[in-house]
């Protein structure tokens, strides 16, 4: 079984928008766009998308074709270790809540559409449960 990578567009709440499972072998860069297709058009209040540095070559392409402003968040250049960088621990935060599943936190799925599947429900379970008082 190859591994997979998780392709995420979260809003600022951390709520998955639209996800794509990809070989493990696919650059972000190049899920890009094929994750970005998916949610064009459904997601009327999107106006910037915030994203790592290597997505600054789709840039060009998300404003021309979807209309969005994408800022990326570099990493400053005189930084030495771990930096908190902003808006970058949204996703980060939602990578984390989903690796607290057991059936996600490894790639057990052989088919990508079974662990969007499994994305999805997780997501489902952590918003019904937030729905709930303590």
Same mark, same amino acid.
């Given at each position: 079984?190859?591994?997979?990578k998780r392709h995420? %567009? ?5 709520? $998955? ?5 990809? #070989? ?8 890009? !766009? &094929? +994750?970005? *297709? ?5 997601? #009327?209040? +999107?106006?910037?998308i915030w994203a790592d ?16 402003? @994408?800022?990326? $968040? ?10 908190? %960088?902003? !808006?970058?621990? $949204?996703? *980060? ?10 059936? +996600?936190?490894?790639?057990? *799925? ?5 662990? *969007?599947?499994?994305?999805? $429900?997780?997501?489902?379970?952590? @918003?019904?449960?937030?729905?709930? &008082?303590?």
């Amino acid at each position: 079984m190859a591994g997979r990578k998780r392709h995420l %567009l979260v809003d600022t709440l951390g709520l $998955i928008g639209a996800l794509l499972v990809s #070989p493990g072998d696919v650059q972000d860069r190049d899920a890009a !766009k &094929p +994750l970005l *297709e998916k949610v064009k058009g459904t997601l #009327p209040r +999107l106006v910037v998308i915030w994203a790592d540095g290597a997505s600054t070559a789709v840039v060009a392409w998300v404003q021309a074709t979807c209309g969005w402003l @994408m800022q990326t $968040i570099l990493r400053p250049l005189d930084a030495k270790g771990w930096v908190l %960088l902003p !808006k970058r621990w $949204i996703v *980060e935060r939602t990578f984390a809540w989903l690796g607290r599943y057991r059936r +996600l936190s490894k790639d057990y *799925e052989a088919n990508p559409s079974s662990s *969007e599947a499994w994305i999805f $429900i997780a997501m489902i379970h952590r @918003m019904a449960r937030k729905m709930v &008082p303590a």
